[in-house]
């Protein structure tokens, strides 16, 4: 089935104990983007990757890290989570470009106490 | 700033009502807009999406936009809504001349039984 996988699905932490948050997906896709949705501000794009060992930053990246490595995973750092980094957080792919539909995983809650 | 605007922020119909929800951007260059849906507890999919050509665009489940280029608008409209439309539904679109994805804050749509 195709489908984008994100690990783990729900997250409970304390400020400044660094993280992962996992994201593969098995469509061979070129475009992986990390998007977090807070209530009342929508989805807001963290960082995107156009291909392996390209990434670019999206419209909130502070705090944030990522690579692509392979072309399948792309991981989401937080070297040292803060409070205001609670939220809802969505891996999505699409075939090659941005315009292309993105597939949606099924999200990370994550709590930084 | 650039961005994406979606007017009305919660919206309740009963049953059979006609509906449309409003899409604005502010870019000046050429886009790709797009209208994608979150079911309670679940991830976003794609409803519709517009490229070029025709500016009425059909999607899934009965959808409809209209790209209306001298007002930087796509809106989405459906003749007769159902209890099973109860959802979030948000705009998006992507600039050509990068990969960026910019999502409006969402539409909460209620619909009455």
């Known amino acids: 089935e195709a489908q984008v996988t994100q690990n783990p699905r729900y997250l409970i932490t304390v400020t400044g104990k660094k993280l992962t948050v996992t994201c593969s997906q098995n469509?061979?896709?070129?475009?992986m983007s990390w998007y977090r949705q807070d209530p009342g501000l929508g989805l807001r794009q963290i960082y995107y990757?156009?291909?392996?060992?390209?990434?670019d930053k999206g419209d909130v990246p502070e705090g944030y890290k990522v690579s692509r490595k392979e072309k399948r995973n792309f991981p989401l750092i937080l070297e040292s989570p803060s409070p205001n980094q609670t939220s809802l957080y969505f891996c999505?792919?699409?075939?090659?470009?941005?315009?292309?539909?993105?597939?949606f995983g099924p999200g990370t809650r994550l709590t930084v106490l | 700033a650039q961005s994406v605007s979606q007017h009305n922020h919660h919206v309740i119909l009963s049953e059979a009502a006609s509906l449309e929800l409003g899409c604005n951007y502010s870019?000046?260059?050429?886009?790709?807009l797009f209208w994608y849906v979150q079911y309670p507890g679940q991830h976003l999919q794609l409803l519709l999406k517009y490229f070029s050509g025709d500016p009425l665009v059909k999607g899934i489940k009965g959808f409809e936009a209209e790209f209306i280029k001298s007002k930087f608008s796509f809106n989405l409209r459906k003749p007769s809504v159902q209890w099973s439309d109860t959802a979030e539904y948000f705009c998006a679109v992507n600039r050509n001349r990068d990969d960026k994805i910019i999502f409006g804050k969402g539409t909460r749509l209620h619909i009455l039984p």
């Open positions: 999505a792919s699409s075939l090659k470009r941005g315009y292309n539909e993105q597939f």
């Open positions: 469509m061979n896709h070129e475009y």
């Open positions: 870019y000046g260059g050429t886009v790709n």
């Open positions: 990757s156009m291909n392996v060992e390209v990434t």
